[in-house]
C-alpha cells in the first residue's frame, strides 16, 4: 500500500496541490458576503511568481469595495484584499526573485488581486524583498498605507530637512506611516490626532499634536510646507500652506475644482492614487530595517474572520492596521 493509504488518494492529493483557500464575495454588502472558497491556484505568466502568502492586511478601501461604496472591480463576484506579505513558491520565465524568497507588496492595484487568499500571483515587479526586520504580519501591514504616504510625501511633494509637514489623521493606518516617514526625511512634523492617541503619536516622533475635537488647526497652525490630507478637508487646509506649498490629497484628487482653487492660490496640489511599485517598496524597506519606520499592528485574525476584519477596520476606531494571518 503506499503512503496515501489507497489509490485513490494519490488523485486527492494532487487536487489538493492545485487548489487553495481564497476569501470571495459574491453580491455587495455587509461583512458577512465575505466567504473562504476552494478554488485553483492561479497559473504564471511569464513576469510573474506564485507567493505563498503568510500574512494579508485589511484596508478601509477594501470595506468600501466590499459593501459597493466604491465599485472599484465591478459587479461581484470577485477576491478582495491587496497587501500581502509571503514566500516565492514559483517563478516564470524572465520574473526577478528565486524561489524561497521573502517578498510583500500589493499587486495589481486597482485591479483585483485576490490577496486575502492562500497564493497570489503577481508581477515580480510589484513585490519587493521583505523587510528582513519585520515579520510577515507587520510587513503585510505596510505595502498600501506605506506606498500611499510615500508617493504623496516624497514623490509628489519632494518632503526633505526642515519642512513643516501637517498630517491630518496621524494614528490611522497611512497615517502613522506618514508621520514616521516625514520624521526620517527630516521635516518638523505637526500631527492631528484625538487627546487619547497624543502619547502614542508623539511616539512615533511628532513634533507637536493637536487635538483636532476641540481645536480648530486652521488656528494654530500656519507657514506649512506640506498638508497631508487623508480626511477630505483641503479647503480648510489650504489656508495653513505657506505660498508655494504643497496640498497632498489622497481623497479628493479627482477634484478639478479643488485643484484650481489650490492653484488660483499659489500653493501646489498633488492628488495621490497609490500604485504597485517595487522600488518605492524597497525605500520604505531601507527605512524599516534602520530603526525609523514601523507599523503598528491593532489586530491579528485568521483568513476565515475577514468579515470580523472588515468590522474592525469599519469602525474606524483602530490604531495602525487589522492583519489576517494565513495558514
Excluded: C
Excluded at 504580519?137 to 506605506?146: D, G, K, N, R, T
Excluded at 505657506?242 to 484628487?253: N, Q, R, S, Y
Excluded at 469599519?314 to 495602525?320: D, F, K, N, R, W
Amino acid at each position: 500500500m503506499s503512503s496515501f493509504g489507497s489509490r485513490d488518494e494519490p488523485r486527492d492529493f494532487v487536487r489538493e496541490m492545485k487548489a487553495m483557500r481564497a476569501v470571495v464575495q459574491k453580491s455587495f454588502g455587509g461583512p458577512e458576503v465575505l466567504e473562504v472558497v476552494e478554488t485553483e491556484k492561479p497559473e504564471l505568466l511569464s513576469g510573474e511568481v506564485l507567493v505563498r502568502v503568510k500574512a494579508s492586511a485589511v484596508n478601509p478601501v477594501d470595506v468600501a469595495v466590499r459593501s459597493g461604496a466604491f465599485p472599484l472591480l465591478g459587479e461581484p463576484p470577485f477576491g478582495v484584499g491587496w497587501d500581502i506579505s509571503g514566500v516565492v513558491e514559483a517563478v516564470g520565465p524572465g520574473a526577478r526573485y528565486e524561489v524561497g524568497e521573502e517578498v510583500y507588496g500589493m499587486p495589481f492595484f486597482p485591479r483585483a488581486a485576490t490577496g486575502y487568499a492562500e497564493y497570489v500571483a503577481t508581477p515580480s515587479r510589484q513585490v519587493a524583498r521583505k523587510p528582513k526586520s519585520l515579520s510577515h504580519v507587520e510587513a503585510a501591514a505596510l505595502p498600501l498605507a506605506a506606498l500611499t504616504a510615500w508617493q504623496g510625501l516624497v514623490d509628489k511633494a519632494g518632503v526633505e530637512a526642515g519642512d513643516r509637514v501637517l498630517i491630518h489623521r496621524a494614528a490611522g493606518g497611512v497615517g502613522h506611516l506618514a508621520v514616521q516617514i516625514a520624521k526620517a526625511k527630516g521635516a518638523y512634523v505637526i500631527a492631528l490626532a484625538s487627546e487619547g492617541k497624543h502619547e502614542y503619536v508623539k511616539g512615533l516622533g511628532a513634533d507637536e499634536v493637536i487635538d483636532y475635537r476641540t481645536t480648530d488647526f486652521t488656528e494654530v497652525v500656519q507657514d506649512v510646507d506640506i498638508v497631508f490630507d487623508s480626511v477630505a478637508d483641503g479647503v480648510r487646509s489650504l489656508s495653513v500652506l505657506k505660498p508655494g506649498g504643497v496640498l497632498v490629497t489622497i481623497l479628493e484628487h479627482p477634484s478639478s475644482e479643488l485643484e484650481q482653487t489650490v492653484k488660483a492660490a499659489g500653493r501646489r496640489f498633488a492628488g495621490v492614487s497609490v500604485e504597485p511599485d517595487y522600488w518605492g517598496l524597497e525605500q520604505i524597506a531601507e527605512l524599516v530595517d534602520a530603526g525609523k519606520l514601523r507599523p503598528t499592528i491593532a489586530e491579528t485574525l485568521p483568513l476565515e474572520d475577514a468579515g470580523k476584519a472588515h468590522e474592525i477596520v469599519a469602525s474606524g476606531q483602530t490604531v495602525g492596521k487589522v492583519v489576517l494571518t494565513v495558514e
